[in-house]
């Protein structure tokens, strides 16, 4: 059902996870980012006693990404809790769609394991993106 890499991909969003700086919410989240270069960036959600100021976990393995010269998202995994899957908020959909492919899998994992695949498209159907621009 999974890749290697995307096995590996889920393990890692699973386990930066725990690291996570949720202490409004509670609510823990993990992303892992392999880019055109095969690196893999972390990210987790950092919340703020301002809560606005808080960021999401895409925001910063994105930041991640970009400061280590990786440009495309090939595959993204969201690790996260709660009974529902916890697919990206519309903001950060936003967010990976500036460095994928409409086709880029995304990957939805609980604290523990894989639970569904999308692709960017079926999260963000009819998107305004870079090419919009030109
Ligand atoms: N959160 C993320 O990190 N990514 C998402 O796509 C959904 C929400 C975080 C933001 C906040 O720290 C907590 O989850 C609850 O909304």
Do not use: W
Not at 42 to 51: D, F, K, Q, S, T
Not at 57 to 71: D, L, P, Q, T, Y
Not at 95 to 117: G, H, N, Y
Request: aromatic residues 6%.
């Amino acid at each position: 059902m999974l890749t290697h890499v995307e096995k590996q991909l889920c393990e890692s969003a699973i386990t930066v996870r725990k690291n996570a700086y949720a202490p409004y919410s509670k609510f823990k989240v993990g992303v892992a980012i392999l880019d055109e270069l095969k690196n893999i960036h972390l990210g987790v959600n950092v919340e703020n006693a301002a809560y606005p100021q808080g960021t999401c976990a895409e925001a910063g393995a994105i930041s991640s990404m970009i400061a280590s010269g990786g440009k495309k998202i090939k595959l993204i995994a969201i690790s996260g809790s709660g009974s529902e899957l916890c697919t990206p908020c519309g903001g950060c959909r936003q967010k990976i769609r500036e460095f994928s492919a409409l086709k880029t899998p995304v990957l939805i994992c609980d604290e523990e394991m894989f639970q569904k695949r999308f692709i960017l498209e079926a999260l963000l159907p009819a998107s305004f993106g870079p090419d919009n621009l030109f």
